[in-house]
């Protein structure tokens, strides 16, 4: 069974910078993808950045050159560093696995956390 859990949310203004990790247990097989997703108020959930197995990464072009995703496989824990927060950057973050290749389409990601809430204020 494997469960994601999120920490490092919170409150921050516009220009500051926030860490947020995702502690994995249990053992996903084979080649995989994980990545962060958001939902701000009243939007889709959206995709963020994600990372697979051979440590390939990719971003929104919303936060490319702002945020990076990073794994630390010893410690099985995912992370997101966001530099630069901007108020449209305020959501609740979701890291989020699936198996196989990174894929934009959400539904395809089997595992995800409960999330953490990012707020930044102006």
């Known amino acids: 069974q494997v469960q994601l859990v999120e920490s490092g949310g919170g409150a921050v203004q516009a220009g500051g910078s926030l860490g947020l990790s995702c502690k994995i247990s249990?053992?996903?097989?084979?080649?995989?993808?994980m990545g962060w997703f958001r939902q701000g108020p009243g939007k889709e959930r959206e995709g963020v950045a994600a990372i697979n197995s051979d440590g390939e990464t990719r971003y929104a072009d919303s936060v490319q050159g702002r945020f990076t995703i990073s794994k630390d496989n010893a410690e099985n824990t995912l992370y997101l560093q966001m530099n630069s927060l901007r108020p449209e950057d305020t959501a609740m973050y979701y890291c989020?696995?699936?198996?196989?290749?990174?894929?934009?389409?959400?539904?395809?990601?089997?595992?995800w956390g409960q999330g953490t809430q990012v707020t930044v204020s102006s």
């Open positions: 249990g053992y996903i097989s084979g080649r995989y993808c």
């Open positions: 989020a696995a699936r198996h196989s290749h990174c894929y934009s389409d959400i539904t395809t990601y089997k595992y």
